[in-house]
């Protein structure tokens, strides 16, 4: 498929490519899904799935979700609890666009900071 990349490593690769890795495009995807849950592009389906908390904290994103406890270790891979602590980390820029469009580039500058 491309040649002269098969002597380096994954990391290497996906660098030279300026590819994510895989952990970075699935958390690109649930934030992307939790915005249009969040924009009501799931009215039906999506009602109670992720519930926001109201707070006007000037070091808040003002979009903040509710971090829900739960007893069950299985929980940790529900998508609401995969999303929730990424998103609340989000800058107030970042989760206040008006587009799905301006979310994915936004989405690719701050991850692409991520280590």
């Known amino acids: 498929m491309f040649r002269g990349l098969e002597h380096l490593s994954y990391e290497d690769r996906l660098r030279e490519l300026e590819l994510?890795?895989?952990?970075?495009?699935?958390?690109?995807?649930?934030?992307?899904?939790?915005?249009?849950?969040?924009k009501g592009a799931y009215k039906k389906a999506g009602e109670g799935l992720l519930t926001r908390v109201c707070s006007d904290r000037t070091r808040s994103n003002g979009f903040k979700l509710e971090d829900s406890k739960f007893?069950?270790?299985?929980?940790?891979?529900?998508?609401?609890?995969?999303?929730?602590?990424?998103?609340?980390?989000?800058?107030?820029?970042?989760?206040?666009?008006?587009?799905?469009?301006?979310?994915?580039?936004?989405?690719?500058?701050?991850?692409?900071?991520?280590?």
Do not use: C
Not at 20 to 38: I, M, N, P, T, W
Not at 91 to 114: I, W
């Open 20 to 38: 994510f890795s895989l952990e970075k495009r699935k958390l690109q995807g649930d934030l992307v899904v939790a915005f249009q849950y969040l």
């Open 71 to 115: 007893k069950l270790d299985i929980r940790k891979k529900f998508f609401t609890m995969r999303v929730m602590r990424h998103w609340n980390r989000l800058s107030r820029e970042v989760v206040d666009v008006p587009s799905l469009e301006v979310l994915k580039t936004m989405l690719d500058g701050t991850l692409s900071n991520l280590v």
